[in-house]
């Protein structure tokens, strides 16, 4: 029967698409449901990630680094230029296009896979059927002997600052200013409002971030969050922590919000434009029939187990939606785990290797524990530290800021966390990712040949460190 399929996966994010993909690789008849269209009613793949998330931000976060590097930066090279200006539309122009030929290359991907495409929104019924809602309002009903809901989330709004139209806005209006605005508000310090923040502030904002809590990435490395915190105040980013938004009202084109400080002082500030980027929520509207027997947690993600399984034999869960951060690779690897699952495989993932990254300049990104962690643990550890001053790699480059940091058990010498803030972060700690996936200790990596020069040698000598026998710098003493 035509409607009916091994797999049913709704949404296609990165979490349901790469799901449908590893199915139809694995022989499985697969069909993918997604309900986002553009004006022109043409499908458009690929999720938040691929169209208003991941790979729009980084199109402008890059656009923004070369304008301020060719600014503030070349004349250190000896590069004399009469100034340079920005091209708001033609910045978004080339974000656009990358976004299309992304989003067209998933569907691209799905035709070569022989994933079928069913246009229009999905929702689970009883005895794993789905019911397919298409854009003329035609339904239709399809059978599933496997069904996975990838339907990620949205973004939080909060009452203090309802969004408005072109001026308060979310983290998808935050991708289409047309131009820089003059004063920017972001409420919420975290990845998105940190990233979207630098963006504009390299283009010539005044930014202020308002952050509720009174730690500075409350999720990281302690010591890189403060060094962090240092690096971004030098590059003009203000940050104000403690404070807690309670109000705003729109006046003409500007808005003033209120919000308590760390005091509990009233403030007031005016922006021209204001970024809500408090966190996301896992997206469940029309999702689920009454009967449809999966059961949500108490914060409202789709209840799941270890592998992704829900309360219903047969229906799966994966990416935004459930349980665990939200990132684009942890709910790939997750649809990856359900599709082999499914398939009859013993697929498992390894929930404490996810990588974070914050992709400002310089970059944040961990994976491991942090110090924070290992030493609530009560487990006896070791540090080690290397700034990226003391690198010739990062001096050639102009980009010295930063450290990475290596955390190792202090009786076994395996490595339980890697930390870096500075060039090329990502990078590193996906290295340290590797590392930590074979159980690497700091040994190990320490007998390992790193290229010279490379920023990559930062992570070699921050192990070589951890006992005290880095090259590059003066070790601490050690008993
Ligand atoms: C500004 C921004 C920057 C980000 N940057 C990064 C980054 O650099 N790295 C990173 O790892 N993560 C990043 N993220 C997070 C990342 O985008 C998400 O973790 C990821 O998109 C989650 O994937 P998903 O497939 O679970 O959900 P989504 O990507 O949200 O996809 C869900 C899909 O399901 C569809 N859908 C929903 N309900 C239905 C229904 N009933 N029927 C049919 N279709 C439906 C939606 O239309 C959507 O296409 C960023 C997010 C934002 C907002």
Known sequence: MANQFDVVVIGAGPAGYVCAIRAAQLGLKTAC???????????????????????????????????????????????????????????????????????????????????TLLEGAGKVLSGKQVELTRADGSVEVVDAANVVIATG?????????????????????????QEVPKRLGVIGAGVIGLELGSVWGRLGAEVVVLEAQDKFLALADQQIAKETQKIFKKQG????????????????????????????????????????????????ENLLATDSGVNLDERGFIFVDDNCATDVPGVYAVGDVVRGPMLAHKGSEEGIMVAEIIAGQKAQMNYDLIPSVIYTHPEVAWVGKTEEEVKASGDEYKVG????????????????????????????????????????????????????????STEDLALTIFSHPTLSEALHEAVLAVDGHAIHIANRKRR
């Open 33 to 115: 449901i997604e309900k986002w269209s553009d004006d022109k009613g043409k499908a458009k793949l690929g999720g938040t990630c691929l169209n208003v998330g991941c790979i729009p931000s980084k199109a402008l976060l890059d656009s923004s680094h070369k304008y301020i590097e060719a600014k503030e930066d070349f004349d250190k090279h000896g590069i004399k230029h009469s100034g340079v200006d920005i091209d708001v539309p033609a910045m978004l122009a080339r974000k656009d296009n990358i976004v299309n030929q992304l989003t067209t290359g998933v569907t691209g991907l799905f035709k070569a896979n022989g994933v």
């Open 153 to 177: 989330s949205r973004p939080i709004e909060i009452p203090p600052t309802p969004l408005t139209e072109g001026l308060i806005v979310d983290s998808t209006g935050a991708l289409e200013f």
């Open 237 to 284: 980013l203000d940050i104000r922590l403690g404070a807690r938004v309670t109000g705003s009202e729109v006046k003409g084109s500007e808005v003033e919000v209120t919000y308590q400080d760390a005091n509990g002082d009233e403030q007031k500030l005016t922006f021209d434009k204001l970024i809500v980027a408090v966190g996301r929520r896992p997206y469940t």
């Open 385 to 440: 530290t290397f700034p990226f001053a003391a690198s010739g790699r990062a001096l050639a480059a102009n980009d010295t800021h930063g450290m990475v940091k290596v955390i190792a058990d202090k009786v076994t010498d395996r490595i339980l966390g890697v930390h870096v803030v500075g060039p090329s972060a990502a990078e590193l700690v996906q290295q340290g990712v590797i590392a930590m996936e074979f159980a690497a």
